[in-house]
C-alpha cells in the first residue's frame, strides 16, 4: 500500500493551526515568510518521507479520505493538480495580478511583467493554461522530483507566484504524466475552501 502524505506549511502568525494534517515548519533561510512555507511545498521529497504528497493550502480542508483523491483524481498518473478556477491563461493571470498588488506592492507587477515577457521570447504562448496551485498531488519518483527542482529554481528566479512558472516548467517535461482536475478548487464537494481574508488568489 502506497504511504501518502497531506501536508501544508506555516507562512506566518495569520495562519490557522491545522491538526488533520501535517504540518511543516522551521525552514528560515529566506527573508520571505512566503518563500520559507513555499519550498516545502515545492520540494516535498527533501523534508518528507511518502509515496505520493498532498499538498494543500493553509485554507484548504478533506471532506473525503486522502485515499480517494489519489484514486480518483491521480490515478495512474505523475501528478494531479487544479485547473485554474477563472485564470485561463497566463495573460489572465498577469491582468489579475496586475490588478491586485499593482497599488499595494507595485515592484510584484515589475517581477511578474518581466516574467511574462521573458517567457514571451523563448516562445511560450501567453494563452498557455494556467493551474491552481492550492493543492497538488505527486509522486516521489524520479521525474516528478526533477519537475520539482526546475519549479523551484524558476521560483526563485523570478516571481514566488508559482502558478506563473508552472506551465513553462511543464513544458519541459513532455513525459511527465499529468492530470488536470477539472473544476473549481473553491466549490468542489470533495474540499472544504476557506478565502483568504488577505488576498484573493
Partial sequence: MSK??????????????????QVLSGY????????????????????????????????????????????????????????????????????????????????????VNRQIKHYEKIGMPAKEEVVMGGMLIRRNIPIVNQFNEAWWAEICRWSQRDQLSFPIVKRQFPNLKLNIIKGSIKSHPYLKYQDHAHYNT
Avoid at 501518502?4 to 494534517?21: G, Q
Avoid at 513555499?38 to 527533501?46: E, F, Q, R, S, T
Fill in 28 to 111: 528560515n533561510k529566506f527573508a520571505s515568510p512566503v518563500m520559507n512555507a513555499k519550498i516545502y511545498k515545492v520540494l516535498p521529497h527533501k523534508f518528507l518521507d511518502y509515496d505520493i504528497s498532498i499538498w494543500v493550502d493553509g485554507n484548504i480542508f478533506l471532506n473525503v479520505p486522502a485515499e480517494k483523491l489519489v484514486d480518483e483524481w491521480l490515478g495512474e498518473a505523475d501528478m494531479a493538480v487544479f485547473e485554474h478556477y477563472h485564470r485561463r491563461d497566463l495573460s489572465w493571470e498577469a491582468m489579475m495580478l496586475n490588478s491586485t498588488f499593482k497599488h499595494r506592492t507595485p515592484w510584484v507587477i515589475d517581477e
Fill in 4 to 21: 501518502i502524505v497531506v501536508y501544508t506549511a506555516i507562512t506566518n502568525a495569520k495562519d490557522v493551526p491545522r491538526s488533520d494534517i
